[in-house]
């Protein structure tokens, strides 16, 4: 029922041109050089320290490696960092 599901919102994401984030609750992520990045669509901060953040997705996590990490702006489904970004990293599982 779960395949059939996902094989449903992709077929209507293509027929209405809608964007795939939007339909298929994935991450959003904007980066400006390895300054910032911006994610929206997250289900929560799971761990964060200077040069470490761990964001909880709907299918399992992302991590973001680093140094001088500073949130700048954070809501519920968005998060501003800013800091040297070295790596960007999904980790697949079971999310919410």
Do not use: C
Not at 33 to 52: A, D, K, M, P, T
Not at 67 to 95: A, H, M, S, W, Y
Request: hydrophobic share 45%; aromatic share 6%.
């Amino acid at each position: 029922m779960k395949k059939m599901r996902q094989q449903m919102k992709n077929w209507m994401t293509k027929q209405m041109q809608l964007p795939a984030d939007v339909m298929m609750d994935l991450p959003r992520i904007t980066m400006i050089g390895q300054l910032h990045i911006y994610i929206e669509n997250h289900r929560g901060v799971l761990r964060f320290s200077n040069q470490e953040l761990r964001l909880l997705l709907k299918q399992g996590q992302l991590l973001i490696k680093g140094d001088n990490f500073v949130i700048k702006t954070i809501l519920p489904e968005e998060l501003l960092l800013e800091g040297r970004i070295d790596q960007v990293l999904f980790i697949e599982g079971k999310g919410t």
